[in-house]
């Protein structure tokens, strides 16, 4: 389930027709998953480009998935840089 507030932010992103975006989907889950799979969908649909699959982790992260949370923001961040220079 998607956060009910982010839910309008993300269809008004849909009718905003960007160009040379980039984006990321991520988050945790406590009960089931596939929230951030929806929200990647969504941030294509805005023609935003992913850097990569959406990150997702069980509530409380262990120490393995907060490394992978960590990679995830390095990638981005270099991703953002990237696009600015």
Do not use: H
Request: net charge positive.
């Amino acid at each position: 389930m998607i956060i009910p507030e982010l839910v309008p932010l993300l269809e008004e992103l849909e009718g905003l027709r960007f160009k040379n975006k980039i984006g990321a989907a991520f988050g945790s889950y406590g009960w089931r998953g596939g929230a951030t799979r929806r929200i990647a969908k969504r941030l294509e649909r805005a023609k935003i480009e992913l850097i990569g699959d959406p990150l997702e982790v069980v509530y409380v992260p262990d120490k393995e998935q907060l490394r992978s949370c960590y990679e995830f923001g390095v990638e981005l961040a270099k991703r953002i840089r990237e696009s600015i220079n």
